[in-house]
């Protein structure tokens, strides 16, 4: 039988925990902060987006590590102001304060950063 790589429940409250900070922090008040765990269920990932009135702002895509464990193994960011965000995670290493092992370009239908966890 197929086993598909999941978030265990403690990475899906890490996430939720993202998405309650997002929703509430004074700078994305005229934003639309939406947790999405329909749209990439396939591959076992949840979504978490920022959305201005005039459209997409960034999407975080939190996908499972692939030694099935269920923690949370990488995060593929989409969007706007993206050379910004490698620099603020190069330089702290951390990502919503999960230590970070790497952080790379890559592309798909468009470019996006690749970043890795360590293990946490």
């Known amino acids: 039988m197929f086993n598909r790589l999941h978030l265990n429940q403690h990475s899906r409250q890490l996430i939720n925990n993202i998405w309650i900070n997002a929703k509430s922090h004074p700078m994305y008040a005229g934003y639309n ?5 329909a749209s990439y269920f396939d591959a076992g990932a949840i979504a978490i987006k920022l959305e201005s009135p005039k459209g997409l ?3 975080f895509l939190f996908y499972p590590a692939c030694d099935g464990s269920g923690k949370i193994g990488s995060c593929a960011i989409y969007g706007l102001q993206l050379d910004g965000h490698k620099q603020a995670i190069e330089r702290s290493k951390k990502l919503f304060g999960l230590p970070v092992d790497s952080v790379e370009w890559d592309e798909g239908y468009e470019r996006f950063l690749d970043v890795t966890l360590e293990d946490y």
């Open 33 to 37: 902060v939406i947790k999405d765990q």
């Open 57 to 59: 702002m960034n999407m």
